[in-house]
């Protein structure tokens, strides 16, 4: 079985390192992860190396609900899954935006964040 790509795209850098600290490249989940604290560098990584699922924090890489942003990563990269983690109470307006799974912040426990990245891996198609 291929190693599952999973990005994080985080405008808070101090929880991006928390990410990385928690989700190593080849840690205990096997994926291989990338960071990213803007939209320019995460649209940079996914044209290098599409991955199976991004996080996405919603204030940062979704202002205003933009819409068309998710709609346009779900056109491109049809098997993408993205998860959107946020402060707001957007959930249906994110989810019909595109997104596979809504997140509210703040994350006391990343386990609740790595059931949600682990759902979306077995929801891709074979």
């Avoid at 019909?96 to 759902?119: C, N, S, T």
């Amino acid at each position: 079985m291929p190693t599952a790509v999973v990005y994080f795209a985080e405008g808070d850098r101090n929880l991006l390192d928390l990410y990385g600290l928690f989700f190593p490249t080849n840690g205990k989940q096997g994926w291989q992860t990338g960071f990213f604290a803007s939209p320019e560098e995460l649209l940079d990584g996914i044209r290098q190396q599409a991955p199976d699922v991004v996080v996405i924090d919603d204030y940062q890489f979704c202002p205003d609900m933009d819409i068309p942003s998710l709609w346009w990563l779900k056109r491109e990269y049809h098997n993408l899954k993205i998860v959107v983690t946020s402060f707001s109470h957007r959930e249906k307006e994110v989810k019909l935006a595109g997104a596979d799974q809504f997140i509210h912040k703040p994350l006391y426990d990343l386990q609740e964040l790595e059931d949600a990245i682990l759902r979306s891996l077995r929801s891709q198609p074979a």
